[in-house]
């Protein structure tokens, strides 16, 4: 198994290569092969993120600062509490948990278990049988009337990276039939929230109106202490998305987190291009220095969202809305550190981020005296 590991992350290698080669913005390819080789010894495997961290171009900074992919992972594994990930990774149980404590989130319309959905402000009246299509129009029909936008999104209660997400609005003809029947086969198979649409802030609406523009930010906290916040970035839909995950082919740019402001350069990831904007392809707005709003109370409700949860690094989703931020969700385990690596140009220059590997090398030295 292990070799078979070595093996995928070697073809990844040689399927990078294309594009790199490519790239006018890369090294010589001596410099880059040199690089790679360097990298992969001292982090003892396959260094893939040489390519995936952009460390190939000329501008990339001191390849050494930045984190491999098992950097990236087992520290996540070892410090993060299995309550933290039970609480993030259910939509419904994080959006009721954190609501409780008094932080807002998307309106909470109605959420579903297959054939049975609830209505979030009365539980007693529910829709059975959602897999009839006469029932589901009704359904979609009630839940639409309870918006306060006219559109709604739907996500599985449990799902990562805007998988399955989908926003349904109802215009003057209605929901067609065929697209009924597409919700009652797939609504009814699975279980879902049902959030009203977020307006963002003319702010982020300007940059691409058609995606809800979210910022990320993580956060470390240790066993008995309280969390600190290590970097964030701005995700940004391309226009006509209206989904702004990296994953799903938008950008990103990195926040500096003393003034709120974004910094120089957007970034596509490398599947999807790898490429560089000073400014949005589809709106022209440039992003040195253009100042998030609210962004005081932004971390303000990370931290103290974080500041409820056991010991975990958690990347923490926050929309902003005209009066303020709104919490999304947030992501335990595998929640994209490479992203903030990239932005923070190099995590091991990240202060906070010495904390982390300083808890793991312990949790490690712990775990072996009790063997």
């Known amino acids: 198994m292990k070799s078979e590991g070595w093996k995928i992350r070697l073809r990844r290698v040689l399927s990078y290569m294309g594009r790199v080669t490519k790239d006018k913005k890369r090294k010589s390819i001596p410099r880059i092969m040199a690089e790679f080789l360097a990298a992969s010894i001292r982090t003892k495997g396959v260094a893939t993120h040489y390519f995936t961290s952009f460390l190939y171009r000329k501008d990339a900074g001191d390849y050494r600062d930045h984190l491999s992919q098992k950097e990236m992972r087992r520290p996540q594994v070892v410090l993060c509490e299995k309550n933290a990930i039970d609480i993030l990774h259910n939509k419904l149980l994080?959006?009721?948990?954190?609501?409780?404590?008094?932080?807002?989130?998307?309106?909470?319309?109605?959420?579903?278990?297959?054939?049975?959905?609830?209505?979030?402000?009365?539980?007693r009246n529910r829709l059975t049988d959602l897999a009839d299509p006469e029932r589901m129009r009704e359904a979609i029909r009630v839940v639409v009337a309870k918006s306060a936008t006219g559109s709604i999104f739907i996500k599985p209660i449990n799902s990562a990276c805007g998988v399955?997400?989908?926003?349904?609005?109802?215009?003057?003809?209605?929901?067609?039939?065929?697209?009924?029947?597409?919700?009652?086969?797939?609504?009814?198979?699975?279980?879902?929230?049902?959030?009203?649409?977020?307006?963002?802030?003319?702010?982020?609406?300007?940059?691409?109106?058609?995606?809800?523009?979210?910022?990320?930010?993580?956060?470390?906290?240790?066993?008995?202490?309280?969390?600190?916040?290590?970097?964030?970035?701005?995700?940004?839909?391309?226009?006509?998305?209206?989904?702004?995950?990296?994953?799903?082919?938008?950008?990103?740019?990195?926040?500096?987190?003393?003034?709120?402001?974004?910094?120089?350069?957007?970034?596509?990831?490398?599947?999807?291009?790898?490429?560089?904007?000073?400014?949005?392809?589809?709106?022209?707005?440039?992003?040195?220095?253009?100042?998030?709003?609210?962004?005081?109370?932004?971390?303000?409700?990370v931290l103290g969202a974080a500041s409820l949860l056991p010991a975990a690094m958690i990347g923490w989703d926050v929309a902003i809305a005209a009066d303020g931020p709104i919490l999304m969700e947030g992501n335990a385990i595998f929640y994209g550190v490479q992203t903030h690596d990239i932005v923070h140009e190099g995590y091991r220059k990240n202060p906070v981020y010495q904390k982390v590997l300083s808890a793991y090398k312990n949790a490690k030295k712990t775990a072996r005296k009790r063997m």
């Open 94 to 123: 994080c959006q009721l948990y954190f609501e409780k404590a008094g932080f807002r989130f998307p309106r909470l319309i109605a959420y579903n278990f297959q054939e049975v959905l609830y209505f979030a402000d009365d539980a």
């Open 164 to 301: 399955g997400a989908r926003k349904i609005s109802i215009g003057a003809e209605g929901l067609s039939g065929e697209l009924l029947t597409e919700l009652a086969r797939s609504i009814s198979s699975g279980s879902y929230v049902f959030q009203d649409e977020v307006i963002q802030h003319g702010v982020l609406s300007s940059l691409n109106a058609s995606s809800l523009n979210t910022i990320r930010i993580d956060t470390f906290k240790n066993a008995s202490s309280n969390p600190e916040m290590l970097s964030g970035y701005l995700r940004i839909g391309g226009a006509g998305s209206y989904v702004d995950n990296v994953s799903a082919g938008g950008m990103y740019v990195g926040i500096d987190m003393e003034t709120g402001t974004l910094k120089e350069k957007a970034r596509r990831n490398l599947k999807s291009g790898a490429d560089i904007y000073f400014s949005h392809p589809a709106s022209g707005i440039v992003f040195k220095g253009l100042a998030l709003p609210y962004f005081a109370d932004v971390k303000t409700l």
